[in-house]
């Protein structure tokens, strides 16, 4: 019978920003493995906390935490941007020791726009993406308060998204998840990640 898996609550400092983070493990002497990266909106690390037993019952200890303007974070949303986001996940595998040579990264919406991203500095060995997000990338470095939606509404904005390139190079193993009917993932941005991973060994999509 496997144990019940435990939760240690952390703070971590990305920044100026003070990130909410929480710690799920069964063995606290083993290196997290697993990182798990969330959407925007109103979502947060406890959106993700159900995937986490699945990866303890195989040993894995799991990471969750808030992006800044979200959940427990320090932050606004408007203050936000890509970027921002994608230096806060590098801040919490450095702080957290993440093992880098078997990371597992879940993305969800925005979070999995951020995931690719890890894939193209880290040997990520298996990228789960939930209805993953896609951006324009003259978008990156824009706080969400500073025109970023503008930049969205642009016409064909998503053709100028940099998907490709991020996941170019990644090796690991993929899953895509889509939602039947989503009214939000555009079919260019599924049909942009189906073309980017499809051709990689070891791909599966649901």
């Known amino acids: 019978m496997v144990a019940m898996h ?3 609550e952390h703070r971590v400092r990305a920044g100026k920003e003070s ?3 929480s ?10 493995t697993v990182i798990e990266l969330h959407g925007a909106g109103p979502s947060n690390r406890s959106h993700t906390q159900y995937l986490s037993e699945t990866f303890i019952k195989k040993g894995e200890n799991v990471v969750r935490f808030d992006f800044s303007g979200q959940g427990e974070s320090s932050g606004t949303m408007q203050e936000s941007s890509l970027a921002k986001r994608h230096d806060e996940a590098i801040a919490i595998i450095k702080h957290f020791q ?9 993305g969800t919406s925005m979070g999995g726009y951020i995931a690719a991203s890890l894939a193209k500095i880290y040997p990520v060995k ?15 470095n824009v706080p969400f308060n500073g025109g ?11 053709l100028k998204s940099n998907v490709p390139e991020l996941l170019a190079n990644f090796t690991g193993n993929s899953l895509l998840l889509w939602a039947e009917n989503d009214e939000i993932i555009p079919p260019l941005i599924v049909d942009m990640y189906e073309s980017a991973l499809s051709g990689k060994a070891n791909h599966a999509t649901y």
């Open 126 to 140: 298996n990228l789960i993406l939930f209805c993953p997000a896609a951006y324009d990338v003259t978008a990156w």
């Open 98 to 106: 993440i093992d880098t040579d078997n990371l597992t990264v879940i």
């Open 148 to 158: 970023f939606t503008d930049i969205l509404r642009r016409d064909l904005s998503l």
């Open 23 to 32: 710690l799920d493990y069964q063995d606290a002497s083993k290196r997290p």
């Open 6 to 8: 435990e939760t240690k």
């Open 19 to 21: 990130l909410a983070c």
